[in-house]
Structure formats: C-alpha cells, structure tokens
C-alpha cells in the first residue's frame, strides 16, 4: 500500500493551470487504479485541502470519488507562513496520518516528518517577473524556492521551465517532462499517458480578468502556429473577462460559456495572470 498526500488546494476554486492540473493529475491517478493498473493497486490517496471558507465543491467530490478529502478549515496566510518560514507544522499533525510520499503542488515544499517529500515547479515568471505575482508568491517563493527544491526527494519541472541567462538554472535536478500527465513518483506509479497512447487534450483555466495575464500571447501565438499544421485543432477559446474579440481567438464573436464550449469539443483556455 502507498500512501500518497496530494496537496489539493490550488484546485478549490477558479481552478488556473495548476489548478486544473491537479485536478486532472488526481482523476489520473484514480484511473489508473480503477483499471486495474498493477502498479497503481496499491495506491491510497488524500487529497489535502485547508481554508477558512472554500471547501471542495460537490462536482469535485464526485469526480474524485476514491480519494479521501483532508479538509481543514485553517486561515490560509499564517499556515503557509508557517510552512514555508518555520516548517511547522508537519502534516502529519494535521492529517493524523503518516505518508510514503507528501507531494506539494507549489515550489514550496509541505512539511512532513517522514516519507519522499515532492515539490513542483510549473514555470519561472515569479523570478522574471516578481511585479507580477503577490501574496506568498512575492514572498517567498523567489527567495526559498532554490532551498526548498535541495531538501526535496523530488522536483517535479515542467518542460517549459528551462534556464535562462535573466531567471538562472531552475531549481531541483534534471526536469521530469509533464507535457500532459502527471509525474511518476516511482516504478510503483507509471506516467498516466504512456507513449503510444493519444493523451486527451487538456482543459486549462483560470481567474484572470485581464488581456495581461502571462499566458496569452504565448496562448495565441501556439495555437496560431498549430493551427497551420493541423487544420483539425479545436478552436482556442480565452474564457473569463477582459480579452480581445470578447474572449474568443480570431474575432469570430464572443466566446461561450465553458460548458457550451467542452459541449462542441473546443480547448478553452483561461490565462493565468500569476
């Protein structure tokens, strides 16, 4: 049996990039050991969650049917000071529970007494771009996330996280490439997307409201490119408020709402903004 902690909070509400990411990679996980994966049999997962008034919707718990919610209505500015200045306190004292791997969805680790801790670092724009970013992004994660990521077991970089003479080397050691699936934590637990299988296309979204947010040019820019190579590609559609043509690519009208849009089977995308 494997007990896995996944740090679930990114994911309570207006769920951005990393937010659906976590998501995702928490019903991947359930996937893998509702087929009847062997390496996934023994797989026990908690999905943490802590806030003073967001508590994970019905939707969610539902999709997540599997996994065990840790919910604790904790106010979340102190806690994640205290985590990420102090390292206390453990999540074991919280959860009333030991782990074999605590695998936090930030660059900041959680702190745990025992088993491989696990870190993950999506991109570098809190260190190219700190105007950009509040809250303990601005705080902290440019001056501990180099510390962090040397005390971790694990760094988990996405493929864009790569070194530049402005930001420096990334933290952690060499990346684990996450173009469309979750890590593999270890032989127990294989990547959800195998080569040789067609991975779904994924669902980003966000609370950005503004034409700023960071992801969308690059948004606009890949997609323009893919489309030339693959008239078949689902049109881009940029959800939320506050971006050109009324948040739908190529001025064709305002963008539907995100159900109409999964509905016809188009990628909806919400930029994040930090």
């Known amino acids: 049996m494997t007990h896995l902690l996944l740090d679930y909070r990114p994911a309570l509400r207006d769920r951005t990039g990393v937010g659906e990411w976590v998501?995702?990679?928490?019903?991947?996980?359930?996937?893998?050991?509702?087929?009847?994966?062997?390496?996934?049999?023994?797989?026990?997962?908690?999905?943490?969650?802590?806030?003073?008034?967001?508590?994970?919707?019905?939707?969610?718990?539902?999709?997540?049917?599997?996994?065990?919610?840790v919910d604790r209505r904790v106010p979340v500015r102190p806690l994640t000071w205290a985590w990420n200045r102090v390292g206390w306190p453990p999540i074991e004292a919280l959860t009333s529970q030991r782990f074999d791997i605590v695998h936090s969805t930030a660059p900041l680790l959680l702190p745990a007494r025992s088993g491989?801790?696990?870190?993950?670092?999506?991109?570098?724009?809190?260190?190219?771009?700190?105007?950009?970013?509040?809250?303990?992004?601005?705080?902290?994660?440019?001056?501990?996330?180099?510390?962090?990521?040397?005390?971790a077991d694990l760094v988990v970089r996405h493929l864009g996280v790569l070194e530049t003479p402005d930001r420096g080397a990334p933290p952690g050691g060499p990346p684990i490439g996450l173009p469309c699936a979750g890590p593999a934590y270890h032989p127990g637990l294989?990547?959800?997307?195998?080569?040789?299988?067609?991975?779904?296309?994924?669902?980003?979204?966000?609370?950005?409201?503004?034409?700023?947010?960071?992801?969308?040019?690059?948004c606009w820019r890949l997609t323009g490119s893919c489309a030339e190579r693959?008239?078949?590609?689902?049109?881009?559609?940029?959800?939320?408020?506050?971006?050109?043509?009324?948040?739908?690519?190529?001025?064709?009208?305002?963008?539907?709402?995100?159900?109409?849009?999964?509905?016809?089977?188009?990628?909806?995308?919400r930029p994040a903004s930090s």
């Open 116 to 151: 491989l801790r696990v870190c993950t670092v999506y991109d570098l724009d809190f260190l190219a771009h700190p105007d950009r970013t509040h809250g303990e992004m601005r705080r902290d994660f440019p001056k501990l996330v180099h510390a962090h990521a040397a005390r």
């Open 190 to 218: 294989p990547d959800p997307c195998p080569r040789g299988r067609q991975a779904r296309p994924a669902t980003c979204s966000s609370s950005a409201r503004s034409s700023r947010a960071k992801t969308s040019p690059p």
């Open 230 to 269: 693959q008239p078949s590609l689902p049109r881009l559609v940029l959800a939320g408020t506050g971006h050109p043509g009324g948040g739908c690519v190529g001025g064709r009208g305002p963008g539907p709402a995100a159900q109409g849009a999964r509905r016809r089977r188009r990628l909806r995308v």
């Open 23 to 69: 998501h995702q990679l928490a019903i991947s996980l359930l996937a893998l050991r509702s087929a009847g994966d062997p390496a996934a049999a023994g797989l026990d997962l908690t999905l943490w969650s802590s806030s003073w008034r967001d508590r994970p919707t019905p939707v969610a718990l539902r999709e997540l049917n599997g996994a065990r919610f």
